[in-house]
């Protein structure tokens, strides 16, 4: 199991923001979060493995569910998206 927490912040805390900053400005940032906001969610692979940097949302139980999420689209906070890109693992989950 996981959680999802704050697509911003989650965006700054692993060092991407610094980075960029770091190196060039906030202005190259801001462009790789329109890019980020246009990749796609997940793929499917042969009617058999499905990929996401995530994990499953508890919110997904056919494949048509995944079909009807559109891009480019900002991250939310919660729900099927935030699961699929933001899911960490939980130490609380046994």
């Known amino acids: ?20 900053t ?4 906030i ?12 990749l796609p969610i997940c793929a499917r692979i042969s009617d058999r493995i499905f990929c996401m940097h ?5 919110e997904i139980k056919r494949w048509e569910t995944m079909k009807k999420l559109r ?12 699961d699929l890109v933001w899911a960490d693992p939980s130490s609380q989950v046994i």
């Open 22 to 25: 770091l190196r060039y400005n």
């Open 27 to 38: 202005k190259v940032w801001r462009i790789f979060q329109t890019v980020f906001d246009c």
């Open 54 to 58: 995530g994990g499953i949302s508890p």
């Open 1 to 20: 199991m996981y959680t999802c927490c704050v697509e911003i912040t989650k965006r700054k805390v692993y060092g991407f923001y610094d980075e960029c």
């Open 71 to 82: 891009r480019p689209m900002e991250i939310p906070d919660f729900g099927v998206l935030c």
